[in-house]
């Protein structure tokens, strides 16, 4: 089936010229607009707060960003490669020797995506097989590969774990030039020779709470049937987190920025700060400077060896951009009679 062109800059309302702050900027905005825990429509708002976070994954990483705009709308005639498996562009072959394409549905990424920057690996992990490539089938070979994708969870689900329901299509490509027919047995869209999809799979995939960026969830027989009477392969999805508008992710732990008024980082103060499960107070003691953490224990994410991650909170010092002429003579004033010398 053709794979639809994604317009990242569109998605997020920026510019192409867009810098990394105004691109951050707008995904914290539209994140915050359409996280399903405010929205009212959740489904709808689900399926766009991961559209945002699709686009955010492609342009705030320099990598992908210079790729995606060599492409362009012209992606699929490029050769872009980058798969982890043998056949760019998400291919597989199988155990008779078929060559195969593989489709998800469910995992929060786009077709388009994973063309481009997914897993889509249609071999085992470790990479393609020297014997494969003569055609040898020992033992090994005629148990069925593994595929692989990639599955978006939201720190939600890395909280409270979630059951998601993932679909896979595999289609079997045409021995003659390689393209695909779209509903059942019908003619290569390409060519004219037969092209088949063979089926839709749908399983139950459990995120257990406390998964980290990276890690690979594993659904055992889900993968290519073997051959031979031999047992089928596995179905791994790799974990890339949902990225949020308040907080940053360092293994375990929530980075939250706090921005501070000079006065509050100065005098201190009692500031409520967000967390993934309510709202918290912390004192900023008297003389907080700007960078300066603060660990709350216990309310990060998960940690299924340790109990549960921290939240970091950075100081961040905010600077009024402007001030009345009353405010202006309070700070002239300050000046005169503080005597605090910061360069000495």
């Not at 707060?49 to 705009?69: G, T």
């Not at 961040?316 to 002239?332: D, F, G, H, K, N």
């Amino acid at each position: 089936m053709p794979v639809k062109y994604k317009n990242y800059y569109d998605i997020l309302g920026v510019a192409r010229e867009a810098s990394d702050a105004d691109i951050k900027k707008a995904f914290r905005k539209l994140a915050r607009e359409y996280h399903p825990d405010v929205a009212k429509n959740k489904k709808q708002a689900e399926e766009k707060f991961k559209e945002i976070n699709e686009a955010y994954e492609v342009l705030s990483d320099p990598a992908k960003r210079k790729k995606y705009d060599q492409l362009g709308p012209n992606w699929q005639g490029a050769d872009f490669g980058g798969g982890a498996g043998p056949f760019p562009g998400g291919f597989g072959r199988g155990t008779q020797g078929q060559e195969f394409e593989f489709q998800f549905g469910g995992t929060g990424f786009s077709d388009f995506f994973e063309q481009l920057f997914g897993a889509r690996s249609g071999s085992r992990p470790g990479g393609f097989r020297p014997e494969d490539a003569f055609g040898r089938q020992d033992d090994e070979a005629t148990r069925g590969r593994d595929i692989e994708g990639d599955i978006m969870v939201t720190l939600d689900e890395v909280m409270r774990g979630s059951v998601r329901s993932v679909s896979v299509r595999h289609t079997v490509v045409c021995p003659a030039c390689g393209g695909t027919g779209r509903h059942g047995r019908q003619l290569c869209q390409q060519c004219g020779g037969t092209a088949r999809v063979s089926r839709t799979d749908t399983y139950q995939v459990k995120v257990p709470a406390g998964v980290t960026e990276g890690q690979r969830l594993r659904v055992p027989g889900r993968g290519e049937a073997g051959s031979d009477g031999r047992s089928a392969g596995d179905l791994f999805l790799r974990v890339r987190l949902a990225r949020h508008p308040d907080f940053e992710v360092e293994d375990h732990n929530l980075v939250f920025t706090l921005d501070v008024a000079p006065w509050e980082a100065v005098l201190g103060a009692s500031i409520p700060v967000p967390t993934l499960d309510g709202h918290l107070n912390i004192r900023i003691p008297a003389g907080t400077q700007n960078g300066q953490k603060m660990r709350v224990r216990g309310r990060g994410l998960p940690d299924r060896k340790s109990g549960k991650g921290d939240l970091i909170v950075a100081i961040r010092l905010s600077i009024p951009a402007r001030v009345t002429e009353a405010e202006r003579r309070l700070w002239e004033q300050l000046s005169r009679e503080s005597q605090f010398r910061p360069r000495t």
